[in-house]
């Protein structure tokens, strides 16, 4: 059980710092060229990067941009409510609250993913007619994924 309990704690640390990166980083549409990349806050071509996004769509990306940040804020608060409960909870409940806070998360990376998928997956991010995904846009399917195991499992998971 105390194996379970420290995987299952390695992986959510890794979940939140995956968010982190995806989020942080300028990497959600990179050009086939090389020359361009594209993140949820600057757009960079050649080594420098802008602030200003000019790809359109500044509703959407807004939303994905909150909906992201949400996902993060959620997933350190499951965390601390885990870490938490794991020290003050008595032994055969549930870690209810830790895994409904972290599925909240999980219904915001879905959403903020969802959105950006719907509106910028075809290559208009960039200026170039080619153009794939970065390894942000992976990390946060990764992350996805991750989100809702750890979710199901916690609220499956009692405390022996």
């Known amino acids: 059980m105390l194996v379970l309990l420290a995987g299952i704690f390695v992986v959510h640390i ?11 980083a300028n990497v959600w ?6 020359q361009a990349s594209v993140g949820l ?3 960079c071509t050649s080594g420098s990067c802008e602030d200003g996004l000019s ?11 909150a909906f992201m940040i949400l996902s993060i804020i959620f997933s350190v608060i499951s965390l601390v409510v885990f870490v ?12 209810f609250l830790s895994g409904a806070t972290m599925l909240v998360c999980w219904l915001c990376i879905l959403v903020g993913v ?6 910028y997956a ?11 995904h970065g ?18 499992l916690y609220l499956v998971l009692r405390k022996k």
């Open 122 to 132: 075809d290559g208009r991010a960039t200026h170039y007619l080619k153009s794939h």
């Open 29 to 34: 549409v990179v050009s086939d060229f090389g």
């Open 41 to 43: 806050w600057k757009n």
């Open 135 to 152: 390894y942000c846009f992976i990390l946060t399917w990764i992350c996805f994924c991750f989100s809702l195991i750890i979710g199901v």
């Open 114 to 119: 969802s959105i950006y998928t719907h509106h």
């Open 84 to 95: 938490f409960q794991l020290f003050t909870m008595e032994k055969g409940n549930r870690f």
């Open 14 to 24: 890794a979940t939140v710092i995956m968010l982190f990166v995806s989020t942080i």
């Open 55 to 65: 790809y359109g769509g500044e509703d959407a990306l807004k939303a994905v941009q």
